[in-house]
């Protein structure tokens, strides 16, 4: 498959939430996924493993905004790569190497500049709260910045999820306050 039909299709994969039934396909088309495949948080705040957490937070994404889906895909793709074994497994500058992965990879599926950018923006700050005295960036990208950040969290220990829900629904009043 040439690389315009695979991009279309893999489109299509994250629009239409078909990635369960397409997983051989995802793999094909980004074989780093492999790596976060059975790869263990072991960490309290997390009760899947990599991919099945990006799964969870796929369907928790519910927008058909392809950005917001292409970056809930390729958000901890790093993880594999950037963990450190302690009594808790942590995986400080995940989100870096996973943005870099994420630039790779769009890259090589020749999606366009725009495209590649916002998608390794909201990858590279999934983890960052929002400060909404600073916005780094347009209003309409922090606003998906956030849907990413709800899909994430919702994809947490269910015992974890309520407090990180609190904190994303007062940045989401004081977006709002400043719309």
Not at 43 to 69: F, S
Not at 146 to 153: E, F, N, R
Request: negative net charge; contains cysteine; aromatic residues 6%.
């Amino acid at each position: 498959m040439d690389t315009k039909n695979c991009r279309e299709k893999l489109n299509d994969i994250l629009l239409n939430d078909t990635y369960e039934e397409n997983i051989e396909f995802l793999v094909d088309v980004i074989p780093e996924i492999k790596d976060s495949m059975g790869f263990e948080h072991n960490h309290p705040h997390h009760h899947l493993d990599v991919w099945g957490h990006t799964l969870l937070a796929l369907k928790n994404a519910n927008t058909k905004d392809l950005e917001v889906k292409m970056a809930l895909l390729l958000h901890d793709l790093g993880k594999p790569h950037s963990y450190q074994d302690e009594e808790i497994r942590h995986f400080q500058g995940h989100p870096e190497v996973s943005e870099k992965m994420a630039r790779k990879i769009l890259e090589r599926l020749e999606y366009d500049s725009k495209f590649t950018e916002n998608v390794c923006y909201l990858v590279k700050s999934h983890d960052i709260p929002i400060d909404t005295n600073n916005l780094d960036n347009t209003y309409e990208l922090i606003l998906k910045r956030l849907k990413v950040q709800y899909a994430d969290a919702k994809a947490h220990s269910p015992d974890k999820v309520e407090k990180r829900i609190d904190k994303l629904d007062k940045i989401k009043e004081e977006l709002v306050c400043k719309e």
